[in-house]
């Protein structure tokens, strides 16, 4: 894929992916965060959640792998911006909805930039948006030419 | 001697907690270097076969070495859970400003990454206490909005990455 052949707009594939307990303990081992919420279903529940849930972080990786399966692994995610509504948990699958909603070649002095803006909505599996996001993609600079 | 981290919070006011805005933190050093361990450890929790995470000739080749996910970024600068000194590791400037609410969940989060960091960097963040909301309601409970804006710097002084943060610091279940 190069940057001309990006349509604006197209919707892509969802991306699903099962959230075990094994995976919310990992998502606290491989980010050192250790907040309760993350490991301690009992702490959980006594802040009003039914047991334990992602962090930040981890949504974000997924938004990220999401963009970078798509734009090919010589593109590297530049920006991302997301808000959380709802919590993944524990034993949840987590949709991501993605679509290209722009694309845009950016020229400084020292170089040209080829940006592709993508809009994914992250969803559990009761179809309830829990973190809509945007994240922009730089594609390589061999991916700018036909 | 050894210590836990701490994620006790400070507790204040809200006033407290405005007299915090504006401050900055001195340059915080991550402990380690980023390392291929990490990076790799936090993929395969992820899921992602990038092979600028698994690759080093790959990675090596496109960015001059294996990359650490974007999204790992704060993580990077978390320290670890215990460590073998006498005086305790605090977590981030947003869980140190003085407020009622007992617990947090993130609200939002804005990041941008001007350059990769690889494996082998060793990363220092500077944070900001942007802004504290009045006190707000939601479905969670009654608590305070917290922004935060952190800058990550490469040792040579380089910046590497934004974000800017809000967190929801609340008491569960009070609702007015």
Known sequence: MTWDEVSVPADLPDVVDEVSYQRVVMNAATTWDYFPGHYDPAYARSQGHPTIFVNTMHIAGFIDRIATDWAGPDSRVVRRKMRILGSIYAGDSMVGRPRVIDKRAETTSAATRYLVDLEVDVCNQRGELCCPAEVTVELAPGACRR | ?176
Not at chain 2, 75 to 98: D, F, N
Not at chain 2, 99 to 128: C, K, Q, R, Y
Not at chain 2, 129 to 135: G, I, K, N, Q, Y
Request: net charge negative.
């Open chain 2, 1 to 176: 001697m050894s210590a836990d981290i701490v994620y006790e919070f400070a507790f204040g006011s809200y006033q407290d907690a405005l007299r915090m805005v504006g401050v900055r933190t001195e340059p915080r050093v991550a402990g380690t270097a980023v390392s291929a361990d990490r990076i790799q450890h936090f993929a395969a929790m992820v899921r992602d076969g990038n092979p600028s995470y698994w690759d080093p000739d790959f990675a090596a080749r496109v960015w001059g070495g294996l990359v650490a996910p974007p999204a790992l970024l704060m993580g990077l600068l978390i320290p670890p859970p215990w460590m073998p000194t006498a005086q305790p590791r605090l977590a981030g400037l947003s869980l140190r400003v003085p407020l009622p609410g007992t617990t947090f969940i993130n609200a939002s989060n804005e990041a941008e990454f001007l350059t990769p960091v690889l494996a082998g960097d060793v990363l220092h963040v500077v944070e900001e206490l942007v802004a504290v909301s009045p006190e707000k309601t939601t479905k969670l409970g009654v608590g305070h909005f917290v922004e935060t804006c952190e800058s990550f710097y490469r040792d040579d002084g380089t910046l590497v990455a934004t974000n800017r943060n809000t967190l929801f610091r609340f008491t569960p279940g009070q609702q007015r």
